[in-house]
């Protein structure tokens, strides 16, 4: 396992904030240069790496519950709907870095936009064609080499914390986008009362392919060091099952034996068949543009 320094400040001086095998897996430290929590050293290849080595079979096998959580979430971007909407009346070229099964781009491809995805998973990309006639990548970003200067908007949306190198990411994004092209990202945040009153136990902090725990201070500094201004910062929430609600509050609960009771009862009362919408204002949507 290598030491990495910082991907926003390339400093190697941090403090340890948690390690390996007590928030997750991985040793979680804060730069005390620039504010940057990540993942230090890496104790596992990162998502993307273990992705490109699952097959079209395990897509099909795992599909049902990414089916049901992506088609569920659509609802939670109808503002952004709106805003590039009125950004963009004649629409243009989308493209989804981390597309998953295609849910997002059909509701963009139904408003008129040209839509295309770039998702490392080949099982997704397979299903984005079949099911939606989307045209997806089995590529990172990185990879897919996609023409400079040839796409009116990029979103991402809770990515960014599992790619290797996010700030290399931001370059590619800024390189790919039209001049006054608008890149949109959604992703925790860790400057949140739910962060202090949680710490290790916070949930998007125990997922093992969290590599970067941004703040709303760490994430605008790492988009103006790309070049990219901000135009706006949402706090929003999720739509949720009430299993998957239970599923986290037993990953808050470091225990197994509440898990599996929380577990037992979701499936019991057939939970999977409710939905709410929740807020704690712990996810950040920003709205970022390429300058002109």
């Not at 959580?69 to 805003?83: C, H, M, N, V």
């Not at 989308?94 to 295609?102: K, Q, R, T, Y």
């Not at 949930?203 to 201070?217: A, K, M, N, V």
């Not at 009862?265 to 709205?287: A, C, E, G, P």
């Amino acid at each position: 396992m290598t030491d990495l320094p910082c991907n926003l400040c390339g400093i190697n001086d941090y403090t340890i904030l948690f390690g390996p095998g007590v928030a997750q897996v991985n040793q979680i430290v804060k730069c005390n240069h620039c504010g940057l929590m990540y993942a230090n050293p890496r104790a596992r290849d990162v998502d993307q790496v273990m992705i490109k080595n699952y097959d079209a079979n395990w897509t099909l096998h795992h599909s049902q519950h990414r089916f049901e959580k992506e088609s569920l979430q659509i609802r939670d971007y109808r503002k952004t709907q709106a805003f590039l909407k009125k950004s963009y009346p004649n629409r243009g070229k989308l493209i989804e870095i981390g597309s998953g099964l295609g849910h997002l781009l059909n509701f963009f491809k139904q408003d008129g936009w040209d839509v295309m995805g770039v998702e490392p998973l080949i099982g997704g990309c397979q299903f984005s064609e079949s099911e939606f006639g989307i045209k997806a990548i089995p590529k990172t970003i990185e990879e897919a080499a996609l023409d400079e200067n040839s796409v009116d908007v990029v979103l991402m949306m809770h990515v960014i914390e599992h790619v290797s190198d996010p700030f290399s990411t931001f370059k590619e994004v800024y390189r790919i986008l039209k001049p006054g092209g608008l890149f949109l990202l959604e992703t925790p945040r860790y400057d949140t009362l739910m962060f202090k009153l949680l710490g290790k136990r916070e949930r998007s902090l125990s997922c093992d392919g969290h590599l970067y725990f941004f703040t709303t201070h760490t994430l605008k500094k790492m988009a103006t060091n790309a070049a990219f201004t901000v135009q706006k910062v949402d706090y929003v929430g999720r739509s949720l099952t009430l299993d998957r609600l239970m599923w986290n509050v037993g990953v808050i609960s470091k225990s197994e034996t509440v898990k599996q009771t929380l577990k037992w009862i979701s499936t019991k009362l057939r939970f999977n068949k409710i939905w709410l919408h929740l807020n704690v204002r712990d996810m950040q949507r920003m709205y970022l543009k390429k300058p002109v």
